[in-house]
């Protein structure tokens, strides 16, 4: 699948900025290959054009707020969050044509993201039933881009198979590559996914950030996949620690992904600290990427015969690659490779 050219990826909510990061200038970020230019309105909105002028196509993001809108940093014009232009600064006493505007797109706050839709959004942003709860802190653990394509990030994400393997330094054990059933319930936004792994917990760091001093545990998983890449995943250990992760891959481009994640988490600050809490994922998720910038980016959808050759544990993955294929089929979509 080639994610920049498939317009029913543009249905789909992305979080592609922290909120935090919205200050005095106007910020640039790139979705699914189209730049665009975000900003804080007075009323606590947010502000999403194509980062584009339309004079002479300068990137907005280039230029400078002024009250709610965006002036071009080449010649002055000036936008408002609708992406109509306000102002032509060398010629005040005319009226701004009509057609003197940028595309515009939907954007919103949530979980301490900014939220990006580039079309009417076919489902809401997820919903995660511990923000907010009280009990449970909130722990930002990244915000970095990887080299990889979106979709590979989320199969790995249930890919019980590569842990012994990609994970054997942290929590994982080559002597026991055997895989554990998993209960897989499809969903119109997904499906639910359900597994117990015994587990290695390596090091001092490990048994703080899961409340043990044994040198193995088991993680009882209730994990979520949002179409198209989102996934929760809830592990809730024999202590009572429950440790729930939110990864996002946002397409930048078809070779390059935003990789957000963030966990929920009902302990304290004083049982484990912030950046032990980071820490201890770091670790495990540098493991992730080092292999997953090594795959080849574009997710074949369809099996090519000998393109990639399966096993059983790749279910999840083969469920991804069939209901992502399914809805293309409903949008009269085709999918693309990277090659054609
Ligand atoms: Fe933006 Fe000229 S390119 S005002
Ligand atoms: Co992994």
């Not at 003197?100 to 009417?120: P, R």
Request: with cysteine; proline share 6%.
């Amino acid at each position: 699948m080639i994610v920049t050219k498939q317009p029913t990826l543009r249905k789909f909510w992305y979080p592609v900025v922290r909120f935090s990061d919205l200050q005095e200038a106007p910020l640039p970020f790139v979705l699914l290959g189209q730049k665009i230019v975000l900003w804080k309105t007075a009323e606590g909105g947010i502000a999403c054009l194509q980062d584009r002028c339309c004079h002479r196509t300068a990137k907005l993001s280039l230029g400078y707020l002024e009250d709610d809108n965006v002036v071009c940093g080449y010649h002055g014009w000036t936008f408002a969050p609708d992406g109509k232009c306000v102002r032509i600064p060398q010629q005040p006493e005319q009226a701004v044509p009509q057609n003197a505007k940028v595309q515009a797109y939907k954007a919103v706050e949530k979980y301490g993201y900014v939220w990006v839709t580039l079309d009417e959004p076919l489902t809401d942003i997820p919903d995660f039933p511990e923000a907010g709860q009280p009990g449970f802190r909130q722990v930002h653990q990244f915000y970095e881009t990887w080299d990889i394509g979106a979709l590979r990030l989320m199969e790995n994400s249930f890919d019980s198979a590569h842990v012994a393997f990609v994970h054997r330094a942290t929590f994982g054990d080559v002597q026991r590559p055997q895989i554990v059933p998993r209960e897989l319930t499809q969903k119109p936004f997904g499906f639910v996914s359900v597994q117990s792994n015994p587990v290695v917990v390596r090091g001092d760091l490990a048994q703080k950030a899961v409340h043990t001093e044994s040198k193995e545990t088991v993680r009882h998983t209730n994990s979520e996949w949002y179409m198209p890449f989102v996934r929760r995943t809830s592990i809730r250990y024999p202590t009572g620690l429950i440790h729930v992760l939110i990864t996002c891959a946002t397409p930048i481009t078809d070779d390059r992904s935003m990789i957000l994640q963030w966990v929920y988490r009902n302990d304290t600050e004083a049982d484990v600290s912030t950046e032990e809490v980071i820490a201890f994922d770091r670790a495990i998720t540098f493991e992730d990427k080092a292999i997953l910038e090594s795959c080849e980016p574009d997710v074949p959808l369809s099996s090519v015969d000998g393109e990639e050759l399966h096993m059983l544990s790749d279910r999840p993955g083969l469920i991804m690659r069939r209901m992502l294929s399914q809805l293309l089929r409903e949008h009269d979509e085709t999918e693309q490779r990277l090659a054609s």
